[in-house]
């Protein structure tokens, strides 16, 4: 993606693009989004060479978004491939985690490098790290740190409205957003052949998704066995394998109780099925405490545009039904249950309408 520089070099920042970064920050319902949107704000704020921003998650591994300025158009370009920092950077922002403190120093070009705590107390803390030309000065200091505490408040407000508690997963409440946007993609993104139009098609695979409703086997058993909080621990446990086993990308989510839900991006339904049976297995060989055996029952359906949420999850759950009274701790995929003739073909709906 790119965006344009609103500001000429050396030209003071307007309060109106300042004030219209502000209020773009506030109204975006999505955590993804409010990440790109601070860092464009700062981008056009502040005219780095490069805004990096990390998010470290609980098992240590570092999410990361950049936006750095082509050298030739001044366009700033966002990068989405994993981001190899240089060694300098790498330092700095690892004594900037340590220490929980902002820290600049001077590169072999003579830029500033700065890297600023931005979220340190949370279990995700999150850090910027700027490649700036020169230091800044006292009235974009005041914009940007209004600028920060904006994002900051929002990004709390969001991980905790978003967030099961108990696990720390993408919660019921955030699944309906993030389903339609997974359902718009891969609807808009499906080659098309078109007799008569010249509709582009493009080289790129276009991504295909998976739902998955995941829930473990007989759970009321450890609660009934161990009491309530041994429970938890298992639904706890339980969230880090999902965590372990699939991509950084793909979205996890508790709904409640022991059931979980995966989106996950897959190239086909071959390499979708690998991903489940790897996580069924990572479950069943897991070292649960009291030398537990827990297992997990899948049903899971990919995600086409066409289907509502409402007809993926019921179809999903007809899946997961099946594998449930066929002996549990396996995944059955609504597709192939169907071509087998082991479930009936459901009616088309529209949200949760069914259409005759
Ligand atoms: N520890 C704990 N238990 C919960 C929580 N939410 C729901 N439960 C319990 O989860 C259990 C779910 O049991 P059931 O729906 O009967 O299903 P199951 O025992 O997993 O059996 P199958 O799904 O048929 O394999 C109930 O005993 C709930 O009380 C929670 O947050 N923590």
């Not at 005041?142 to 600028?147: E, M, Q």
């Not at 929002?154 to 359902?183: K, V, W």
């Amino acid at each position: 993606m790119r965006i344009p520089t609103a500001l000429a070099a050396n030209e003071e920042p307007k309060v109106g693009s300042i004030l219209a970064n502000l209020v773009k920050l506030s109204s975006t319902g999505d955590i993804k989004l409010l990440d790109r949107i601070f860092l464009e704000s700062i981008c056009e704020l502040l005219e780095p060479r490069s805004a990096l921003l990390c998010v470290l998650s609980g098992r240590g591994r570092m999410m990361q978004a950049r936006m750095r300025r082509n050298t030739v158009t001044g366009i700033y370009e966002t990068e989405d491939q994993p981001i190899i920092l240089p060694e300098q950077q790498q330092a700095l922002l690892a004594t900037v985690i340590a220490s929980a403190d902002q820290m600049e120093v001077v590169n072999e070009t003579g830029d500033i490098l700065a890297a600023y705590p931005l979220q340190s107390n949370q279990d995700s803390p999150i850090y910027l790290l700027l490649e700036i030309h020169s230091a800044i000065d006292g009235d974009q200091l005041v914009a940007f740190n209004a600028i920060k505490r904006i994002y900051h408040n929002f990004r709390d407000f969001m991980d905790e409205s978003q967030r099961d508690p108990l696990t720390g997963l993408l919660n019921r409440r955030y699944f309906d957003s993030c389903i339609h946007r997974a359902l718009e993609i891969s609807d808009d993104e499906k080659p098309t052949v078109e007799t008569g139009s010249h509709r582009r098609m493009t080289d790129r695979t276009p991504p295909r998704y998976w739902l998955a409703i995941l829930d473990i086997d007989h759970f009321k058993r450890f609660n009934d066995t161990y009491g309530h909080l041994y429970g938890d621990e298992i639904l706890l446990l339980f969230s880090r394998i999902m965590e372990d086993t699939f991509r950084d990308s793909d979205l996890l989510f508790r709904f409640g109780g022991e059931e979980f839900v995966v989106i996950t991006e897959n190239t086909d339904a071959g390499e979708a099925k690998l991903a489940l049976e790897r996580f069924r297995t990572n479950v069943q060989k897991y070292p649960f405490p009291q030398g537990e055996r827990v297992t997990v029952s899948c049903g899971a359906i990919e995600a086409v545009g066409s289907l509502s949420a409402t007809s993926l999850l019921g179809r999903a759950d007809e899946a997961l039904y099946y594998a449930k009274n066929h002996g549990r701790n396996q995944t059955a995929f609504y597709e192939e249950l169907v071509t087998a003739g082991k479930v009936a073909v459901a009616r088309p709906t529209i949200g949760a309408v069914e259409l005759f």
